[in-house]
């Protein structure tokens, strides 16, 4: 009798059925990588990651075309040092760090004759070269900071407060040279924080070579009284909103203007993490 065959099924044996699979597999594997090297170099794949990329560059590509149209002097204060401060919490101290040196652009910002690049970029420099962790920041880094920015001038700070007496020493380097062009201080008790600022504020300027203030501009910020209470909320305001921490920003910028409703710089930080 003839052996009759079965023309749909075959019987192999288990080992080679593994085989079998196996090679199949490494075919579809081998496919499939050749249609995603080829999606991937494909003109459409690479316009896209052209355009992607120049997306991306855009904002450091129009802030530097826009501070090379602006030709007046450009100047950068890195956040305070403190120097070994007695009488208050860490975290006041950690604030006034950020809060004095937004006072001082604040100020200098009264100026025009200068362009006075905002904390925020400032800020966003210092934490990304790792300056917070370090402690105080020698010129020839300021400098480099400085011109990171493209700014002629960079403040660096440093404050003292020993229950109460207050101190506040500055140095102005030039980004070019890296050299200290002036050094200034002011010693008063801590209920006039704002005045030994705005001191500063006006000794910088001069050292600096910008023109003085018009007179009308002058009597206007002399007038200005911020009390050493709401100037420390509106510090800690800054801590806790570049710490992320927005709702807490938002209550010390709001216990600032609840002490002083004047107060321009804290009502610009509560629009500014409301609106973010």
Same mark, same amino acid.
């Given at each position: /009798?003839?052996?009759?065959?079965?023309?749909?099924?075959?019987?192999?044996?288990?080992?080679? !059925?593994?085989?079998?699979?196996?090679?199949?597999?490494?075919? +579809?594997g081998?496919?499939?990588? *050749?249609?995603?090297?080829?999606?991937r170099?494909?003109?459409?794949? /690479?316009?896209?990651?052209?355009?992607?990329t120049?997306?991306?560059l /855009?904002?450091?590509?129009?802030?530097?075309?826009? *501070?090379?149209?602006?030709?007046?002097?450009?100047?950068?204060?890195?956040?305070? &040092?403190?120097?070994?401060?007695?009488?208050?919490?860490?975290?006041?101290?950690?604030?006034?760090?950020?809060?004095?040196?937004?006072?001082?652009?604040s100020?200098?910002?009264? &100026?025009?004759?200068?362009?006075?690049?905002?904390?925020?970029?400032?800020?966003?420099?210092?934490? %990304?070269?790792n300056?917070?962790?370090?402690?105080?920041?020698?010129?020839?880094?300021?400098?480099?900071?400085?011109?990171? !920015?493209g700014? +002629?001038?960079?403040?660096?700070?440093?404050?003292?407060?020993?229950?109460?007496?207050?101190?506040? @020493?500055?140095?102005?380097?030039?980004?070019?040279?890296?050299?200290?062009?002036?050094?200034?201080?002011?010693?008063?008790?801590r209920?006039?924080?704002?005045?030994?600022?705005?001191?500063?504020?006006?000794?910088?300027?001069k050292?600096?070579?910008?023109?003085?203030?018009?007179?009308?501009?002058?009597?206007? *910020? /002399? %007038?200005?009284?911020?009390?050493?209470?709401?100037?420390?909320?509106y510090?800690?305001?800054?801590?806790?909103? @570049? +710490?992320?921490?927005?709702?807490?920003?938002?209550?010390?910028?709001?216990?600032?203007?609840?002490?002083?409703?004047?107060?321009?710089?804290?009502?610009?930080?509560?629009?500014?993490?409301?609106?973010?």
């Amino acid at each position: /009798m003839r052996e009759r065959k079965n023309s749909c099924c075959f019987i192999t044996s288990p080992s080679m !059925v593994t085989k079998q699979w196996m090679a199949w597999w490494r075919r +579809r594997g081998s496919s499939r990588r *050749r249609v995603a090297v080829r999606s991937r170099s494909s003109p459409v794949a /690479m316009r896209a990651r052209a355009v992607l990329t120049a997306l991306c560059l /855009m904002p450091v590509l129009l802030g530097a075309q826009q *501070r090379d149209q602006d030709t007046r002097p450009g100047i950068a204060v890195l956040p305070f &040092n403190n120097g070994g401060s007695y009488g208050q919490g860490k975290e006041d101290f950690d604030a006034l760090e950020r809060g004095i040196a937004g006072m001082m652009i604040s100020e200098l910002s009264q &100026n025009p004759a200068a362009r006075v690049v905002e904390r925020q970029e400032v800020q966003r420099l210092v934490d %990304e070269q790792n300056l917070g962790t370090q402690g105080r920041v020698d010129p020839r880094t300021a400098s480099k900071v400085g011109k990171l !920015v493209g700014a +002629r001038y960079v403040v660096l700070g440093t404050f003292i407060d020993f229950y109460g007496d207050f101190r506040v @020493d500055v140095r102005l380097v030039n980004t070019e040279t890296g050299e200290i062009v002036k050094t200034e201080s002011e010693r008063m008790q801590r209920d006039h924080m704002f005045d030994i600022i705005r001191n500063i504020a006006s000794r910088l300027m001069k050292d600096a070579n910008l023109p003085a203030l018009q007179r009308q501009a002058s009597d206007q *910020r /002399m %007038e200005r009284q911020i009390p050493t209470e709401a100037l420390t909320y509106y510090s800690r305001g800054l801590l806790y909103q @570049d +710490r992320g921490q927005k709702d807490k920003a938002a209550e010390m910028f709001t216990h600032a203007l609840s002490i002083f409703p004047q107060y321009a710089e804290a009502q610009d930080g509560l629009q500014r993490v409301k609106s973010s």
